[in-house]
């Protein structure tokens, strides 16, 4: 399963934000460095994985609001 186009502009978006690594974002959201480094690409990565990137989006979202 593939993050859409705007989850996936959104995480890049807020990756940059927050200036972080790969690792440590990984480690922020729940998943695994190398999950989240297929995410970024645009890779496949499993159901539980975008959901809990789309999860950890929306609570960021919800800060910012």
């Known amino acids: 399963m593939k993050l ?4 996936l502009k959104l995480l890049r978006r807020r990756k940059g934000e ?5 690792l440590a974002l ?6 695994g460095r ?6 970024l690409k ?8 975008v959901e809990r990137i789309n999860d950890w989006l929306i609570k960021q979202s919800l800060k910012d609001d």
Do not use: D, P, V
């Not at 190398?34 to 995410?39: C, G, H, P, Q, R």
């Open 18 to 22: 927050l200036n972080t690594t790969i």
């Open 4 to 7: 859409t186009t705007e989850q």
């Open 26 to 31: 990984a480690e922020n959201i729940g998943i």
């Open 34 to 39: 190398i999950s989240l480094s297929n995410a």
């Open 42 to 49: 645009g890779q496949s990565i499993n159901k539980k994985n």
